[in-house]
């Protein structure tokens, strides 16, 4: 069937290696990041967010890196695991009250035993 | 029990049809989105509202409409399908900050 992976950025990796994806944002203004996981037949599930005062953020097996100078943020995924295999997006939000999540296209993540 | 659901989960429908999406949420969230996938091309925003009389269009509201009908419920309607309307949908809800969205699992439309 259709697949939302189709046409996008691939990173392969064995299981237990170190994962990084990498997401350019668009707008300077923006103040505020969150990653998404996308499981085949699943709605995106959040993992992690950072605000733009901040240059790194941990949680369990992730991090996530912002550099504002060049705007690009990075999902660090230690210890890959085969079920971390999914699309993964990055969303920036300017943050004002009536903004919104924009969305970049995705990465797919494929984690081999 | 989920907290966004989406019905119905599969669709298939033909040109010219009239076809309407529910969303539904049990957050008490007051913001609630439409959002459209394609192969390659992220999520693309069609409508969202801030509150029940606060509507708006997004990126690609062209061929649908929408209607929030209480806090809870968010529907969006295809007047007309044309096979380019083929794709997954997704609903999704956040707080008054409109940061971090919690998503519905999705309805996958064909339009034949």
């Known amino acids: 069937g259709e697949s939302v992976g189709l046409h996008l950025p691939t990173l392969s990796v064995q299981e237990g290696d170190n994962s990084i994806i990498n997401c350019a944002y668009s707008n300077s203004a923006s103040d505020y990041f969150i990653w998404y996981k996308q499981e085949s037949g699943k709605g995106p599930q959040f993992i992690i967010d950072i605000r733009s005062n901040m240059d790194k953020r941990q949680g369990q097996r992730v991090t996530v890196l912002l550099n504002k100078t060049v705007k690009h943020l990075s999902l660090q995924i230690a210890a890959t695991q085969p079920g971390d295999s999914a699309v993964y997006f990055c969303?920036?939000?300017?943050?004002?009250?009536?903004?919104?999540?924009?969305f970049g296209k995705g990465t797919m993540l494929l984690v081999s035993p | 029990d989920a907290d966004v659901t989406q019905t119905p989960r599969n669709r298939i429908t033909k040109t010219g049809k009239r076809i309407m999406l529910e969303c539904s949420q049990t957050?008490?969230?007051?913001?609630m989105y439409w959002y459209r996938q394609d192969p390659g091309l992220g999520l693309r925003l069609i409508y969202y509202s801030f509150d029940v009389k606060d509507i708006n269009k997004g990126e690609i509201s062209d061929g649908y409409s929408v209607s929030r009908q209480a806090q809870a419920k968010f529907s969006l309607s295809l007047e007309s399908a044309i096979p380019n309307q083929t794709a997954l949908y997704f609903c999704?809800?956040?707080?008054?900050?409109?940061?971090?969205?919690?998503f519905g699992p999705g309805t996958r439309l064909t339009v034949t």
């Open positions: 957050k008490g969230h007051d913001r």
């Open positions: 969303a920036e939000n300017m943050g004002s009250g009536y903004s919104t999540l924009t």
């Open positions: 999704a809800t956040s707080d008054s900050t409109g940061y971090e969205q919690y």
